[in-house]
């Protein structure tokens, strides 16, 4: 971290726990400061200010600085505090560069959940994380797997679990049966999201007794729109918009996309009727159930 600090040129405090003599350690954070209790936020001047850089995944590139407006996080508030997570215990093990990292924090800010923060995901102990009484867990596909291929000891208690969350690629069905034998009584769903839109695309809501239905019978499903998507399936050949059941790419708009991408040409990110390509391949069905096939670059 400090070889990268240093190469970009970057102005950047690196804190520390314990003791230091080159870094600013934790302690100094949180000892009492003279002007604490006069302390103002900084005054944002326009909402399409930019609040938050994220980094894209890089998984068909180089990872890109995704730039949010104040305007886009307000609006994810609205969508986080849809559902109620006070008694919602969440796991994550998420690095603070990506997305799901701060939408968590977000959602244990404004809806109150508590969020237990492992450093690592221990594949040769992957059922540790149930040593506490999480009730929701995400976790992409690998990581997922292993833990339906590692036999439980006998100590695991699942009786506080309530939602599995697969993230981070599509699902087969004999994948999905799987994680349901492994998880009996649970609910079991995949989400679909992308780091150009804050806090997820689509999900399905195991609160809500339709959602709840639709995930057990659409296995291949990622969930329907969250709040505030708006979508359509276009053939990205002819640009001719798509019905249901009919594959091509995946475009959205929301007040929580992207603002653009940091000292990159954005001008690719939208259409010309000015929706989102996502990139993503797939279609939605009768129920508006959206399916993600592939990445269009990958295929």
Not at 8 to 32: C, E, M, Q, W, Y
Not at 137 to 158: E, G, N
Not at 197 to 213: E, L, M, N, S, W
Request: charged share 20%.
């Amino acid at each position: 971290m400090e070889n990268v600090i240093q190469e970009v040129g970057a102005n950047t405090k690196i804190v520390v726990f314990g003791a230091t003599d080159r870094h600013v350690p934790f302690s100094d954070l949180i000892s009492p400061k003279p002007n604490e209790t006069s302390f103002k936020p900084v005054e944002v001047q326009h909402l399409k200010d930019i609040a938050l850089i994220l980094f894209s995944s890089g998984t068909t590139g180089l990872p890109k600085g995704v730039c949010f407006s104040h305007r886009a996080m307000l609006h994810s508030v609205a969508a986080i505090k849809e559902r109620d997570y006070r008694d919602v215990i969440v796991y994550s093990n998420d690095s603070p560069f990506w997305n799901v990292f701060s939408i968590y924090l977000h959602q244990s800010i404004f809806g109150k959940s508590v969020r237990l923060v492992s450093p690592t995901f221990d594949y040769n102990n992957p059922w540790s994380i149930f040593t506490y009484n999480v009730n929701y867990v995400m976790l992409d596909l690998t990581r997922m797997l292993t833990l339906c291929h590692t036999p439980k000891p006998k100590d695991i208690d699942l009786s506080s679990l309530g939602t599995l969350v697969v993230s981070g690629t599509t699902i087969s069905e004999d994948q999905m049966a799987k994680v349901r034998e492994t998880f009996p009584g649970v609910h079991v769903s995949q989400a679909y999201g992308l780091t150009e839109v804050y806090y997820g695309v689509t999900c399905f809501d195991h609160t809500k007794p339709k959602h709840a239905q639709l995930a057990l019978k659409k296995t291949g499903s990622c969930g329907l729109p969250m709040r505030g998507i708006c979508f359509k399936v276009v053939d990205p050949d002819t640009e001719r918009v798509l019905g249901p059941n009919e594959n091509g790419e995946l475009r959205l708009k929301t007040s929580r996309q992207l603002s653009g991408y940091h000292n990159l040409d954005s001008s690719g990110v939208w259409d010309s009727d000015g929706w989102l390509r996502t990139g993503d391949y797939g279609y939605y069905d009768q129920d508006y159930c959206i399916y993600v096939i592939d990445r269009i670059k990958e295929m």
